[in-house]
Structures are given as structure tokens and as C-alpha cells.
């Protein structure tokens, strides 16, 4: 159980066009779900917070109208990467909890974004 | 703020001896949880350990232990028997009662056969 999967995996997109990236849970409901990005050898950074039903709250230094994150339903977040730029280029994590798991989420594969 | 320490980027261990991995971390929340998370080469992200900041306990699961100690804000993994699946990166990571999970920077493990 738990399981989280992104789509797509991978996305090459040319520069100003705009990516749409899913993160699902399979098996359960998440009230919560975060974004998160990794560049290269790096950490994880958080990027926003979204709740089902209400608007994401996004981190310091993160733009939110590069950054559309929206979570309709207790199954399913996007996050819309609008006018992408090579420096948007990055591997995209999301993962999600349930309101009875407050003390883990789980992660979804992750999905790598190549903006050329 | 919280913040996370991983001071080791990379660490190299034989196959099935056992290796420490270091992490110190910062909170002013007294209610909070610290984890391992492993990320082979697949990216995907795997709890390895969580450790309850309220229990006094060191978390054990399998192969892999904590050294939890609250007062020098300090969080080691150790693990045993090291085999070649170990080999990953590791994550130490904190989370306080906001839900965000602030991670370290990571150390590369590396098993020698």
C-alpha cells in the first residue's frame, strides 16, 4: 500500500512552452501532498505545500506563477511548470500523507524535466 | 529554522562490515520527527528509519540503527552487515509539526566488494 506515482516520467519540452507534471496516489487519500526539486547531486528542496480543495503555499523563493500547483482532488496534484526555461530543467519529487500519517509521506519515482 | 547536517558527502564501507553515517540537525520545536531516507540510483526516495524526537528509544529496523541523541542534536545511522543493495544516496531529515521535511545534503555510500 502507499504507493504514489508521477507522470510523466520523463518530459523533454522546448523552451516557453509549459509542462504539466501528475503525482497520483494509488491506494489512498492525500489531504496533503508536497512538491519537491532536486537538482544534480543535491538535496531535495521543498517547493510548496497544497491541500485538496485549497490553494498551495509555496516556499520563499519559489515563484508561484512559474509554478502552478493545484490539488482537485484527495487522489491527484499537478504542478504546471508555465514558460519553462532551461534553468527549469531539475528532477521534480512529489510525495504525499494522509491526515493519519502525519509522521510520513510517501514519495512518488520522481519525474525529470529537460527544457532545451 | 530547522536545518540539516550531513557532513560527509561520501563514505565507502566492505561488504558486510558496518559503517556510520553522521547527521546533526537544528530545531526550536520540541515536538518533531528525524528520518533516514535512501535514494538509489532508481531516485526513488525510501524511508529507511524514523525516530520519534519524544522517545528515548533508538529506532532500530533491520540492519540499521540510529544513534539518537536529543541534547547534542545529533542523529547517526549505522549500518550492519553492509551489502551491496545498501549502496545509495542517504538523506537525514527532520520534520516538525508543520509537515515540512527539511532534508541534509546527502552522503553517497559506496560498498566494496
Known amino acids: 500500500g502507499a504507493v504514489v506515482s508521477q507522470h510523466p516520467s520523463r518530459v523533454i519540452c522546448k523552451s516557453g512552452t509549459s509542462v504539466k507534471i501528475e503525482c497520483r496516489s494509488l491506494?489512498?487519500?492525500?489531504?496533503?501532498m508536497f512538491w519537491y526539486r532536486q537538482f544534480p547531486k543535491k538535496s531535495l528542496m521543498l517547493m510548496a505545500t497544497?491541500?485538496?480543495?485549497?490553494?498551495?503555499?509555496?516556499e520563499q523563493g519559489v515563484e508561484k506563477d512559474k509554478f502552478l500547483i493545484n490539488h482537485a482532488s484527495l487522489t491527484l496534484s499537478t504542478l504546471t511548470v508555465t514558460s519553462a526555461h532551461p534553468e527549469d530543467s531539475s528532477f521534480y519529487i512529489c510525495?504525499?500523507?494522509?491526515?493519519?500519517?502525519?509522521?510520513?509521506?510517501?514519495f512518488g519515482p520522481g519525474t525529470r524535466l529537460t527544457v532545451l | 529554522a530547522q536545518t540539516v547536517t550531513q557532513s560527509q558527502p561520501e563514505m565507502s564501507v566492505q561488504e558486510a562490515e558496518t559503517v556510520t553515517l553522521s547527521c546533526t540537525y537544528d530545531t526550536s520545536e520540541s515536538d518533531y520527527y528525524l528520518f533516514w531516507y535512501k535514494q538509489p540510483p532508481s531516485r526513488q526516495m525510501i524511508l529507511v528509519i524514523r525516530?520519534?524526537?519524544?522517545?528515548?528509544q533508538n529506532a532500530t529496523e533491520n540492519r540499521f540503527s540510529v544513534n539518537f541523541q536529543k541534547a547534542a542534536k545529533s542523529f547517526s545511522l549505522k549500518i550492519s552487515d553492509s551489502q551491496l543493495g545498501d549502496a545509495a544516496m542517504y538523506f537525514c531529515a527532520s520534520m516538525n509539526r508543520d509537515d515540512k521535511i527539511i532534508f541534509g545534503k546527502g552522503t553517497r555510500l559506496h560498498i566494496l566488494p
Open positions: 491506494d489512498f487519500q492525500a489531504t496533503t
Open positions: 510525495s504525499a500523507r494522509t491526515s493519519f500519517t502525519f509522521n510520513e509521506q510517501f
Open positions: 525516530q520519534e524526537a519524544y522517545k528515548q
Open positions: 497544497s491541500n485538496e480543495g485549497s490553494k498551495a503555499t509555496y
